[in-house]
C-alpha cells in the first residue's frame, strides 16, 4: 500500500504545481481527496508488482485508480491505451469505471507472462490518455515488488479457489481464469456464474465491466457471498451490440486488498447481438 500512496502523492505534485512555482518536497506533500473529483481528471495505470511461477517463468500484475466519481472512460487499446506491443494478448482493460467505494484501487486488473529470462533491466509499460493528460507505468522485475501468489505464508491468507462451470477446472490467483463463447442479446440480462470454495465461510465477490464499448449494467455489483451456498451469481444487462469482458475478482475480506494478496480473477468473454441466437458453447482457458 506504500508503493501506491507513494505514487498518489507524487502525482498530486504534478497535478498541482503551477509554471514557476517552488517545488514542494515529497516529504512535505500531504494526500488530500480534492484531487478527487466528480469529473475531468485523470486515470493512473498501476503496477502491482510480480511473481515466478513453478516453471520458471514470471508473471507481471497491473491495475489502475481513477480521480474521478463520476465519470468513466472507453479507451479502445491504442493511442489512448497503449501496451506493450510484444503482448497482444495481453487482457489490457479498455472500459474504466468511477473511484469505486472507500477510494480503492482496481487491484491486479489483468497480468502478463514472460519467461524466465526478462530480466531486471527490461520493461514493460502501460500508457494511459485520459482528459488531456498522459500516464505510464513500467511493469519490471525487481525485489522490491515482488508479491506473494496464491498464498502468503506470513499472514495465512490463500486465493479463493474459482470454477467457472460445475464441477469444471478451477484455479487459484491473479492469473486467474476465463470462460469464452458467451452469448447475450441487447437489454436482456444474462447470469454469469462462479463456483467459488475457500477456508472463510464468507468473501467477497466484485463484477466489472472490463471492456466493450457499451455499456454493461448489474443486479448486484458487489456483495459478501457465503461459501458452500452454490455458485456465485450476476445479472449483467448490455447496452449495445459488441464483444464484451467481465471482469470477476474474489478475495476472502476486502481489505486484504492493501496486503496485495490473495485474490482471484475470473473473465467471461461475451457476444452480444441485437438479434436472435442459438444456445452458447463455452470453452475454459487460462491466461
Known amino acids: ?19 514557476g512555482a517552488q517545488q514542494i518536497l515529497q516529504s512535505n506533500q500531504t494526500w488530500s481527496a480534492d484531487l478527487v473529483r466528480p469529473a475531468g481528471q485523470p486515470l493512473i495505470p498501476l503496477f ?33 491505451n497503449e501496451f506493450d ?3 497482444p494478448d495481453a487482457l489490457v482493460p479498455t472500459h474504466f469505471d ?10 491486479c486488473a489483468f497480468t502478463v507472462d ?39 505464508g506470513g499472514r495465512g491468507d ?23 463463447g458467451l452469448e447475450a442479446r441487447v437489454g436482456e440480462p444474462l ?4 463456483w467459488i470454495e475457500h477456508e472463510e465461510p464468507e468473501i467477497w465477490v466484485g463484477w466489472a465491466h472490463h471492456s466493450g464499448a457499451g455499456s454493461v ?21 448490455f447496452s449495445d451490440p459488441g464483444e464484451y469482458v467481465i471482469r470477476m475478482q474474489t478475495i476472502d475480506d476486502i481489505a486484504a486488498f492493501e496486503f496485495y494478496c490473495c485474490h482471484t480473477n475470473a473473465w467471461f468473454h461475451v457476444t452480444v447481438s441485437d438479434q436472435a441466437f442459438l444456445a452458447p458453447t463455452t470453452r475454459r482457458t487460462r491466461p
Not at 517463468?57 to 480521480?67: D, I, P, V
Not at 468511477?98 to 487491484?107: D, E, K, N, S
Not at 449494467?217 to 444487462?237: I, K, Q
Request: proline share 9%; aromatic share 10%; with cysteine.
Open 191 to 194: 447470469t454469469l456464474r462462479a
Open 1 to 19: 500500500m506504500r508503493r501506491f500512496k507513494s505514487a498518489l502523492v507524487m502525482l498530486c505534485c504534478v497535478l498541482a504545481l503551477p509554471a
Open 98 to 107: 468511477p473511484l469505486p467505494p472507500a477510494y480503492r484501487h482496481v487491484f
Open 217 to 237: 449494467g448489474f443486479d448486484n455489483r458487489e456483495y459478501d457471498f457465503a461459501t458452500g451456498s452454490g455458485p456465485a451469481t450476476v445479472r449483467a444487462t
Open 85 to 87: 506491443e510484444r503482448f
Open 48 to 80: 502491482d508488482g510480480w511473481w515466478t511461477n513453478p516453471d520458471g517463468a514470471h508473471t507481471l500484475c497491473f491495475s489502475y485508480f481513477t480521480l474521478n466519481t463520476g465519470q468513466s472512460f472507453d479507451l479502445p487499446r491504442g493511442e489512448l
Open 158 to 180: 490463500i486465493a479463493p479457489l474459482v470454477a467457472l462451470e460445475e464441477d469444471g477446472e478451477a484455479v487459484r490467483g491473479r492469473r486467474g481464469i476465463q470462460l469464452h
Open 114 to 152: 514472460v519467461p524466465a529470462d526478462f530480466s531486471a533491466d527490461d520493461r514493460i509499460v502501460w500508457r494511459l490518455t485520459s482528459n488531456g493528460q498522459t500516464l505510464e507505468v513500467p511493469g519490471k522485475i525487481i525485489p522490491p515488488y515482488v508479491m506473494d501468489e496464491p498464498a502468503s
